[in-house]
């Protein structure tokens, strides 16, 4: 093996394909993965639709940069009160997926939930006018159809209505 | 324009290297300075400026081009100057190694412009848009062909540690960006968080970490005129990283949106990486053994000593972090951007310091132009990284457990407020380290006083 | 294939030239592979018994009761538009919260609670009775 490139170039190849089919493929045949809840039937929105457009401004803007949307079942998410529980369900019509990995902002899973439509809009243009000593950035430099449509993604985020 | 000069390539890779490490870091300070006052590079009216600017931009910008161009870039840069060296055979081609230097570069700037138009994927450290992920795996391919000819060229036929790790991250690093930035979004949803940071992990531990520990074993010897401490720990250290790293993505999730046995095929890989880090890490003190008074003497056997203790470091906190109960603590706080910070730059960086001050003057024939300034790109590298991971570790702590007693948002950024202060004066120092390093280097093949060869007495 | 057998001067191990490299032929320390012993076990432990975390209360509302203190809990989403002393904000749009209880009475609120009214969310709508007499305990304690 120490003689031969080729044979370390192979063993490597093999242990890594071990590790992928364990932790990347496997998951895509678990059940409580992949099977859509009413909440990411919600989620599916219509290309055309304000909310799918907004998506792409959040996108754009990296929203998630400083906000997550996930829900643990764990002391601090459920103190502070941002929503139900989310599983890997709430998620599949996510394309990307945005769970964000820094809380430099609260949690949005549920944002529309306990905002409304008015707040969003003007905490948008100016964050600090509405939380002061909040560390937001203002995005009034987006088009009045650019905030329209992400306050309309903003305010879709809350749990989908009970069967 | 392509240079055929020996060891053009490295030397190319290494100098670009450097101007994107001064941009990306000081892209960090910017996304800092913003967390301190969010109208900071805002510009009343300039809604295209304003767009483009945004703190999402700068953050993309900073982690992309630390790793993907300073980092990735010095790191080819080592790899194409050991590679001939080990192999005592001249790089295969350095007309294409100079040509994969000069697209690597303009990807970057490519990639500059383009997340600033807002073109990211969305996905966090996979940003780049499809167009440029293509261009990164061409490139992988570009500078595998070379330096693997380079070897199957080679006259000895064993081959040195340092050959395994870099063989290894060649063939790991466009594995494993290919899961995270393609198929993954078509996938979408948990899945794709999930190849996320199967990607995010992984690049740093089958890729910066492996070519990182690739250069130690080649740099350690040489700096203390020992042999390595141990072939049999080499053995079990390479190939135990080989087996259990690929499995740590999954840890990013801990407590989330994932199954419980995901979690855990992640959780106990985290630990178990233990024993590849201390396999390496006894490597390193063995060598060390009866040489540690070099350490005051030589200020890169300063960093490369450094580099391993912030390795260990790192790879105690990392696996600690990995746990259910304190991963529901600490995630999605200040402390876990203070531990990304530990590898990538207190480890690994310094490491690829070592091999540029290393080989500098190897290569050009000048000695380094200051040592006073070497020290100060020491002293402010280490103290200014302390400075600015101990400020977010707390700040981190401090976050966890007020969010666990409900403290309202708005109170908890009060409270970290002036700790996240210290964190940008930390990370001021960090950046002015590297304007010595540069500057230094810059003055060093202008004006360095002559380099006698140590080239075939081996021992430095 | 240079493989050449030398003897250190210092030391009496030997060491092997590889790529014009020397490395040793050190043994691995005994703590190392005690290290590996322990961490094999406690591997095959951790994933032959640990669970998930979920620190959701187990029987939905019974955990907490009625009190001020739960109220307060709650209360930190009211605060964003409410202002940070719930005296009102968004320039008046959303009134003040101090007395809103003698002026609404507790069903009143707790019916804006769950069903919103004007711009304001239904923040209260998913809460169990407990958590609404809760914030209205917490919302008397405001004057």
Same mark, same amino acid.
């Given at each position: ?48 639709s ?6 792409? @401004? ?28 989310? @599983? ?42 509405? @939380? ?18 992400? @306050? ?10 009970a069967? | ?6 060891? &053009? ?7 670009? &290297? ?22 900071? !590079? ?32 010095? $790191? ?7 590679i ?9 081609? *350095? ?14 700037a ?32 570009? $500078?595998?062909?070379?330096?693997f ?12 540690? &340092? ?9 790991? !690093? ?9 198929? &993954? ?7 794709q ?103 005051? *003497?030589?200020?890169? $056997? ?24 304190v991963?529901?603590?600490?995630k ?9 910070? $530990? ?67 708005? *109170? ?43 080239? *075939?007495?081996?021992?430095? | ?9 210092h030391h ?7 790529m ?45 009761g ?15 538009c ?20 003698d ?32 914030m ?8």
């Amino acid at each position: 093996m120490e003689r031969n490139a080729l044979a370390i170039y192979l063993a490597a190849i093999a242990l890594f394909m071990m590790g992928t089919f364990a932790t990347i493929i496997l998951p895509l045949f678990d059940k409580d993965m992949m099977t859509p809840t009413a909440n990411a039937e919600a989620r599916k929105y219509d290309p055309d639709s304000p909310e799918a457009k907004g998506r792409q @401004v959040y996108i754009a803007n990296g929203c998630n940069t400083c906000h997550t949307q996930v829900v643990r079942p764990v002391k601090a998410d459920l103190a502070m009160n941002i929503g139900p529980v989310s @599983v890997p369900g709430d998620y599949v019509n996510d394309r990307p997926h945005l769970f964000g990995s820094n809380r430099t902002g609260p949690d949005l899973m549920w944002v529309g939930a306990r905002t409304s439509k008015e707040w969003n809009l003007e905490h948008l243009k100016d964050p600090q006018k509405i @939380v002061p000593g909040s560390i937001m950035p203002k995005y009034d430099y987006l088009s009045d159809e650019d905030l329209n449509n992400l @306050v309309a993604y903003l305010m879709s985020l809350k749990p989908a209505p009970a069967k | 324009m392509l240079s055929n000069a020996p060891f &053009s390539t490295a030397k190319n890779f290494w100098y670009t &290297s450097l101007f994107w490490l001064i941009i990306s870091m000081l892209c960090g300070l910017v996304v800092a300075i913003k967390q301190i006052d969010p109208n900071f !590079l805002y510009f009343q009216g300039q809604d295209a400026l304003n767009f483009a600017l945004t703190y999402a931009h700068i953050r993309i910008i900073h982690t992309n081009g630390v790793l993907l161009a300073w980092l990735s870039m010095a $790191m080819v840069g080592a790899m194409f100057y050991m590679i001939p060296k080990l192999t005592r055979t001249p790089l295969w081609s *350095e007309r294409l190694g100079n040509l994969t230097c000069i697209i690597w570069n303009l990807a970057i700037a490519a990639a500059v412009v383009v997340i600033c138009m807002g073109y990211s994927t969305g996905v966090e450290y996979a940003e780049l848009p499809l167009v440029l992920d293509i261009g990164v795996i061409i490139l992988c391919v570009l $500078m595998s062909i070379n330096l693997f000819m380079t070897i199957a060229k080679r006259q000895e036929k064993q081959l040195y540690v &340092s050959i395994w790790y870099f063989v290894g991250s060649l063939i790991w !690093l466009p594995l494993v960006y290919t899961v995270g930035n393609i198929p &993954s979004s078509i996938v979408g949803g948990a899945a794709q968080a999930n190849m996320n940071w199967f990607y995010g992990h992984n690049v740093l531990g089958l890729w910066f970490t492996t070519v990182g520990i690739g250069q130690i074993y080649y740099l350690l010897p040489k700096l203390t005129g020992k042999p390595l401490y141990s072939h049999k720990l080499s053995l079990i250290g390479f190939w135990t990283i080989a087996t259990i790293y690929v499995w740590n993505g999954p840890h990013h999730l801990v407590n989330g949106p994932i199954p419980v046995w995901l979690m855990k095929a992640g959780i106990i890989p985290s630990i178990l990486l233990i024993i590849p880090v201390w396999t390496v890490l006894a490597n390193v003190f063995g060598t060390m053994r009866g040489v540690w008074h070099k350490v005051a *003497e030589d200020v890169n $056997m300063k960093f490369l000593v450094t580099a391993a203790i912030f390795y260990l470091m790192a790879c105690l906190q990392g696996p600690f972090q990995a746990l259910m109960q304190v991963s529901a603590v600490v995630k999605f706080t200040h402390w876990v951007v203070g531990h990304a910070h $530990m590898a990538p730059f207190a480890a690994f960086s310094f490491v690829c310091f070592v091999t540029i001050y290393y080989a500098v003057p190897r290569l050009t024939g000048r000695n380094i132009y200051s040592k006073a300034l070497m020290n100060w790109h020491y002293y402010f590298s280490v103290i200014g990284f302390l400075m600015f991971a101990f400020t977010l570790w707390i700040a981190g702590v401090i976050q966890g457990f007020a969010w666990m007693e409900g403290t309202p948002f708005i *109170e908890t950024i009060n409270t970290v407020r002036s700790l996240i202060v210290w964190r940008a004066v930390g990370g001021t120092m960090m950046i002015v380290g590297q304007f010595f390093f540069v500057f230094n280097l810059w003055r060093t093949v202008k004006a360095g006083t002559k380099f006698a060869s140590d080239e *075939e007495s081996v021992v430095a | 294939m240079s493989d050449k057998h030398n003897n250190h001067e210092h030391h009496e191990e030997h060491f092997d030239e590889v790529m014009g490299m020397k490395q040793g032929h050190g043994k691995v320390p005994r703590f190392l592979i005690v290290v590996y012993a322990v961490l094999a076990i406690w591997a095959v432990g951790y994933a032959l018994t640990v669970k998930g975390i979920d620190e959701r209360p187990a029987d939905g509302e019974a955990a907490q009761g009625v009190s001020a203190e739960v109220g307060k809990g709650l209360s930190s989403q009211c605060l964003a538009c409410h202002g940070a002393d719930f005296k009102g904000g968004m320039g008046g749009v959303a009134p003040t919260l101090h007395g809103v209880v003698d002026k609404l009475k507790p069903e009143g609120v707790k019916e804006v609670l769950t069903k919103g009214r004007g711009g304001m969310p239904a923040l209260g709508a998913s809460w169990t009775p407990d958590q609404q007499d809760s914030m209205v305990e917490f919302l008397k304690t405001l004057k």
